[in-house]
T-cell receptor
Framework: GAGVSQTPSNKVTEKGKYVELRCDPI?????LYWYRQSLGQGPEFLIY????????DSGLPNDRFFAVRPEGSVSTLKIQRTERGDSAVYLC???????????????FGAGSRLTVL | GESVGLHLPTLSVQEGDNSIINCAYS??????FIWYKQESGKGPQFIID?????DKRQGQRVTVLLNKTVKHLSLQIAATQPGDSAVYFC????????????FGTGTQLKVEL
Protein backbone atom coordinates (compact mmCIF):
# COMPACT_ATOMS: atom_id res chain seq x y z
CA GLY A 1 0.00 0.00 0.00
CA ALA A 2 0.91 3.66 -0.11
CA GLY A 3 1.56 3.96 3.59
CA VAL A 4 1.87 2.00 6.82
CA SER A 5 -1.46 0.50 7.74
CA GLN A 6 -2.40 -0.41 11.30
CA THR A 7 -5.45 -2.28 12.51
CA PRO A 8 -7.52 -1.92 14.53
CA SER A 9 -7.46 1.85 14.82
CA ASN A 10 -9.16 1.57 18.19
CA LYS A 11 -9.35 -1.34 20.59
CA VAL A 12 -11.13 -1.38 23.93
CA THR A 13 -10.57 -4.42 26.09
CA GLU A 14 -10.92 -5.53 29.66
CA LYS A 15 -8.09 -6.02 32.10
CA GLY A 16 -6.63 -9.48 31.76
CA LYS A 17 -7.61 -10.04 28.14
CA TYR A 18 -5.32 -10.85 25.22
CA VAL A 19 -4.86 -8.32 22.40
CA GLU A 20 -3.29 -8.43 18.93
CA LEU A 21 -2.37 -5.33 16.96
CA ARG A 22 -1.47 -5.61 13.30
CA CYS A 23 0.93 -3.59 11.16
CA ASP A 24 1.17 -3.71 7.38
CA PRO A 25 4.34 -1.83 6.36
CA ILE A 26 5.14 -0.12 3.10
CA UNK A 27 5.82 -2.74 0.45
CA UNK A 28 9.52 -3.51 0.16
CA UNK A 29 10.50 -1.98 3.49
CA UNK A 30 12.70 -4.47 5.29
CA UNK A 31 12.87 -2.66 8.63
CA LEU A 32 9.82 -2.49 10.90
CA TYR A 33 9.49 -0.81 14.29
CA TRP A 34 6.94 -0.76 17.07
CA TYR A 35 6.66 2.24 19.37
CA ARG A 36 4.25 3.06 22.18
CA GLN A 37 2.98 6.55 22.82
CA SER A 38 1.26 7.56 26.04
CA LEU A 39 -0.85 10.69 26.25
CA GLY A 40 1.24 13.84 26.03
CA GLN A 41 4.50 12.02 25.54
CA GLY A 42 6.80 11.11 22.70
CA PRO A 43 6.88 7.63 21.20
CA GLU A 44 8.89 5.02 23.11
CA PHE A 45 10.75 2.27 21.29
CA LEU A 46 9.49 -1.26 21.80
CA ILE A 47 11.00 -3.56 19.18
CA TYR A 48 12.71 -3.54 15.79
CA UNK A 49 12.61 -6.15 13.02
CA UNK A 50 15.04 -6.50 10.15
CA UNK A 51 13.31 -8.94 7.85
CA UNK A 52 11.72 -11.73 9.84
CA UNK A 53 13.91 -11.52 12.90
CA UNK A 54 13.57 -9.29 15.93
CA UNK A 55 16.94 -7.54 15.88
CA UNK A 56 16.29 -5.50 19.02
CA ASP A 57 13.49 -6.14 21.51
CA SER A 58 15.05 -4.25 24.39
CA GLY A 59 12.11 -1.83 24.61
CA LEU A 60 9.47 -4.44 25.37
CA PRO A 61 8.38 -3.65 28.95
CA ASN A 62 7.91 -7.25 30.13
CA ASP A 63 7.19 -10.77 28.94
CA ARG A 64 3.49 -10.02 28.42
CA PHE A 65 4.52 -8.24 25.22
CA PHE A 66 5.59 -10.17 22.13
CA ALA A 67 5.81 -9.37 18.44
CA VAL A 68 6.24 -11.46 15.31
CA ARG A 69 6.90 -10.87 11.64
CA PRO A 70 6.86 -14.38 10.17
CA GLU A 71 7.18 -13.52 6.48
CA GLY A 72 9.13 -10.31 6.73
CA SER A 73 6.17 -8.12 5.91
CA VAL A 74 3.13 -7.89 8.20
CA SER A 75 3.86 -7.76 11.92
CA THR A 76 1.65 -8.48 14.91
CA LEU A 77 2.18 -7.07 18.39
CA LYS A 78 0.68 -9.35 21.01
CA ILE A 79 -0.14 -8.34 24.57
CA GLN A 80 -1.15 -10.94 27.11
CA ARG A 81 -3.05 -10.34 30.36
CA THR A 82 -3.54 -6.69 29.56
CA GLU A 83 -3.28 -4.13 32.36
CA ARG A 84 -4.70 -0.62 32.59
CA GLY A 85 -1.17 0.75 32.27
CA ASP A 86 -0.93 -0.76 28.79
CA SER A 87 -3.41 1.83 27.54
CA ALA A 88 -1.63 3.89 24.89
CA VAL A 89 -1.33 4.40 21.15
CA TYR A 90 0.81 1.70 19.58
CA LEU A 91 2.65 3.03 16.55
CA CYS A 92 4.24 1.01 13.81
CA UNK A 93 6.86 2.40 11.43
CA UNK A 94 8.80 1.01 8.51
CA UNK A 95 11.85 2.06 6.54
CA UNK A 96 13.74 0.74 3.53
CA UNK A 97 16.80 0.02 5.65
CA UNK A 98 17.72 0.10 9.28
CA UNK A 99 18.27 3.40 11.05
CA UNK A 100 21.77 2.33 11.97
CA UNK A 101 22.78 1.91 8.33
CA UNK A 102 22.57 5.59 7.67
CA UNK A 103 20.22 8.49 7.52
CA UNK A 104 16.88 6.89 7.16
CA UNK A 105 13.35 8.05 7.44
CA UNK A 106 10.81 6.08 9.41
CA UNK A 107 7.31 6.25 8.00
CA PHE A 108 4.75 5.86 10.76
CA GLY A 109 1.25 4.52 10.64
CA ALA A 110 -1.64 6.28 12.35
CA GLY A 111 -1.43 3.93 15.30
CA SER A 112 -3.73 1.61 17.19
CA ARG A 113 -5.27 3.19 20.26
CA LEU A 114 -5.57 0.59 23.01
CA THR A 115 -7.77 1.23 26.02
CA VAL A 116 -7.75 -1.29 28.85
CA LEU A 117 -10.70 -0.93 31.20
CA GLY B 1 -1.73 8.46 39.09
CA GLU B 2 1.02 10.86 38.13
CA SER B 3 0.20 13.14 35.20
CA VAL B 4 3.74 13.87 34.04
CA GLY B 5 3.77 14.68 30.38
CA LEU B 6 0.08 15.62 30.04
CA HIS B 7 0.87 19.33 29.77
CA LEU B 8 2.99 19.80 26.70
CA PRO B 9 5.05 22.95 26.33
CA THR B 10 3.09 25.21 24.00
CA LEU B 11 4.25 27.78 21.50
CA SER B 12 1.67 30.20 20.12
CA VAL B 13 2.54 32.25 17.05
CA GLN B 14 0.70 34.51 14.68
CA GLU B 15 0.14 33.31 11.15
CA GLY B 16 2.99 34.54 8.97
CA ASP B 17 5.49 34.84 11.80
CA ASN B 18 8.52 32.60 12.17
CA SER B 19 8.44 29.80 14.76
CA ILE B 20 11.36 28.39 16.71
CA ILE B 21 10.91 25.12 18.54
CA ASN B 22 13.68 23.98 20.84
CA CYS B 23 14.84 20.60 22.01
CA ALA B 24 17.50 19.58 24.50
CA TYR B 25 18.79 16.11 23.82
CA SER B 26 20.35 13.85 26.36
CA UNK B 27 23.05 11.74 24.76
CA UNK B 28 26.31 13.36 23.71
CA UNK B 29 27.01 10.21 21.66
CA UNK B 30 23.98 10.75 19.42
CA UNK B 31 24.97 11.14 15.78
CA UNK B 32 21.70 11.67 13.99
CA PHE B 33 18.67 13.82 14.78
CA ILE B 34 15.21 14.10 13.28
CA TRP B 35 12.24 16.40 13.68
CA TYR B 36 8.77 14.93 13.40
CA LYS B 37 5.37 16.62 13.22
CA GLN B 38 2.33 14.91 14.69
CA GLU B 39 -1.23 16.03 14.07
CA SER B 40 -4.07 14.85 16.25
CA GLY B 41 -5.01 11.24 15.54
CA LYS B 42 -2.12 10.68 13.16
CA GLY B 43 1.33 9.14 13.35
CA PRO B 44 4.49 11.26 13.42
CA GLN B 45 5.48 12.67 10.04
CA PHE B 46 9.11 13.30 9.06
CA ILE B 47 10.07 16.96 8.61
CA ILE B 48 13.84 17.21 8.44
CA ASP B 49 16.96 15.46 9.71
CA UNK B 50 20.56 16.37 10.43
CA UNK B 51 23.75 14.45 11.11
CA UNK B 52 26.04 15.36 13.96
CA UNK B 53 28.80 16.49 11.57
CA UNK B 54 26.58 19.38 10.48
CA ASP B 55 25.31 22.37 12.43
CA LYS B 56 22.61 23.56 10.05
CA ARG B 57 20.37 22.10 7.42
CA GLN B 58 17.61 23.76 5.43
CA GLY B 59 14.50 22.41 3.85
CA GLN B 60 11.45 24.01 2.39
CA ARG B 61 10.38 26.64 4.96
CA VAL B 62 12.19 24.72 7.71
CA THR B 63 15.69 24.90 9.12
CA VAL B 64 17.26 22.69 11.76
CA LEU B 65 20.14 23.96 13.89
CA LEU B 66 22.35 21.69 15.95
CA ASN B 67 24.58 22.86 18.80
CA LYS B 68 26.50 19.87 20.05
CA THR B 69 28.34 21.87 22.69
CA VAL B 70 25.18 22.40 24.68
CA LYS B 71 23.25 19.43 23.23
CA HIS B 72 20.57 21.61 21.74
CA LEU B 73 18.51 21.24 18.62
CA SER B 74 16.09 23.75 17.17
CA LEU B 75 13.53 23.76 14.39
CA GLN B 76 12.75 27.03 12.66
CA ILE B 77 9.60 27.33 10.58
CA ALA B 78 9.38 30.34 8.30
CA ALA B 79 6.09 32.10 7.62
CA THR B 80 4.10 29.80 9.88
CA GLN B 81 0.78 28.66 8.47
CA PRO B 82 -2.35 27.28 10.16
CA GLY B 83 -1.49 23.87 8.74
CA ASP B 84 1.70 23.90 10.81
CA SER B 85 -0.35 23.55 14.00
CA ALA B 86 0.68 20.23 15.53
CA VAL B 87 2.94 18.65 18.14
CA TYR B 88 6.61 18.65 17.15
CA PHE B 89 9.07 16.02 18.42
CA CYS B 90 12.80 15.86 18.14
CA UNK B 91 14.37 12.40 18.05
CA UNK B 92 17.96 11.25 18.41
CA UNK B 93 19.88 8.14 17.52
CA UNK B 94 22.87 7.12 19.59
CA UNK B 95 26.01 6.34 17.63
CA UNK B 96 26.46 2.62 17.77
CA UNK B 97 23.08 2.39 19.42
CA UNK B 98 21.55 0.30 16.73
CA UNK B 99 18.18 1.25 15.49
CA UNK B 100 16.45 3.05 18.29
CA UNK B 101 15.23 6.58 17.96
CA UNK B 102 14.72 8.28 21.31
CA PHE B 103 12.00 10.91 21.18
CA GLY B 104 11.64 14.03 23.29
CA THR B 105 8.37 14.97 24.97
CA GLY B 106 7.19 17.33 22.25
CA THR B 107 6.08 20.93 21.82
CA GLN B 108 2.57 21.96 20.83
CA LEU B 109 2.62 24.65 18.14
CA LYS B 110 -0.54 26.75 17.86
CA VAL B 111 -0.91 29.12 14.95
CA GLU B 112 -3.25 32.01 15.59
CA LEU B 113 -5.02 33.70 12.71
Amino acid sequence: GAGVSQTPSNKVTEKGKYVELRCDPISGHTALYWYRQSLGQGPEFLIYFQGTGAADDSGLPNDRFFAVRPEGSVSTLKIQRTERGDSAVYLCASSPRSVSSGANVLTFGAGSRLTVL
Amino acid sequence: GESVGLHLPTLSVQEGDNSIINCAYSNSASDYFIWYKQESGKGPQFIIDIRSNMDKRQGQRVTVLLNKTVKHLSLQIAATQPGDSAVYFCAERAAGGGNKLTFGTGTQLKVEL
